[in-house]
Nanobody
Framework: VQLQASGGGLMQAGGSLRLSCAASGIISSIRYMRWYRQAPGRERELVAHVTSDGGTYITNSVKDRFAISRDNAKNTVHLQMNSLKPEDTAVYYC??????????WGKGTQVTVSS
């Protein structure tokens, strides 16, 4: 299983970015698709997840600015990030958890927000 993330980059504060992550390979049914992020010197944290039936969770610190969505047919998850702040600067990782409990990680995509 491979997870390919895209959409990161450099953005000014207040701007928007849309991250995408496509899963490929032999995958049993996917339960969760998640986005994590890790800022320099900080632990990796869960940003958002979406379940197979479309249920979503978004961490409080970005709840009013970020949205997660999923295309089950394409095994793809998106993270729409609006009103970006410098504190959103991090490497963003997508994560997939199958119904059997297997977890897979993508390599990460850098998001840098300048003030």
């Amino acid at each position: 299983v491979q997870l390919q993330a895209s959409g990161g980059g450099l953005m000014q504060a207040g701007g928007s970015l849309r991250l995408s992550c496509a899963a490929s390979g032999i995958i049993s049914s996917i339960r969760y698709m998640r986005w994590y992020r890790q800022a320099p010197g900080r632990e990796r944290e869960l940003v958002a997840h979406v379940t197979s039936d479309g249920g979503t969770y978004i961490t409080n610190s970005v709840k009013d600015r970020f949205a997660i969505s999923r295309d089950n047919a394409k095994n793809t998850v998106h993270l729409q990030m609006n009103s970006l702040k410098p504190e959103d600067t991090a490497v963003y990782y997508c994560n997939l958890e199958s119904v059997t409990g297997m977890r897979y990680w993508g390599k990460g995509t850098q998001v840098t927000v300048s003030s």
